[in-house]
């Protein structure tokens, strides 16, 4: 079955820089229609942060655009998470998803990462 582990998460300062990772298996990520990263803050709803299409075309939350890219490598299966510029506002558990639509989408999801950023 699909497993999404995702790992990268740290406590880091206002302006510095982590790089999250999403490890898949059990399928090729270049078979899912598309793949993202979500962030849930307390008492927040769960946002869509950033995402990459099998066709490589890229989507961001406007909070983090200019500063945030998500790319993936084929060969090791895996998709990123550069975070630049991080704001306390970016503090968050970051959870990796996966897309697939056939006769209606389904969505698989890691176990989250949790992404702290101190003043």
């Known amino acids: 079955q699909v497993q999404l582990v995702e790992s990268g998460g740290d406590l880091v300062q206002a302006g510095g820089s982590l790089r999250l990772s999403c490890a898949a298996s059990?399928?090729?990520?270049?078979?899912?229609?598309?793949m993202g990263w979500y962030r849930q803050a307390p008492g927040q709803q769960r946002e869509l942060v950033a995402a990459?299409?099998?066709?490589?075309?890229?989507n961001y939350a406007d909070s983090v655009k200019g500063r945030f890219t998500i790319s993936r490598d084929n060969a090791k299966n895996t998709v990123y998470l550069q975070m630049n510029s991080l704001k306390t506002e970016d503090t968050a558990v970051y959870y990796c998803n996966a897309q697939i639509i056939l006769g209606g989408r389904h969505d698989y999801w890691g176990q989250g990462t949790r992404v702290t950023v101190s003043t």
């Open positions: 059990g399928r090729s990520i270049f078979s899912f229609n598309a």
């Open positions: 990459i299409t099998r066709g490589s075309a890229t």
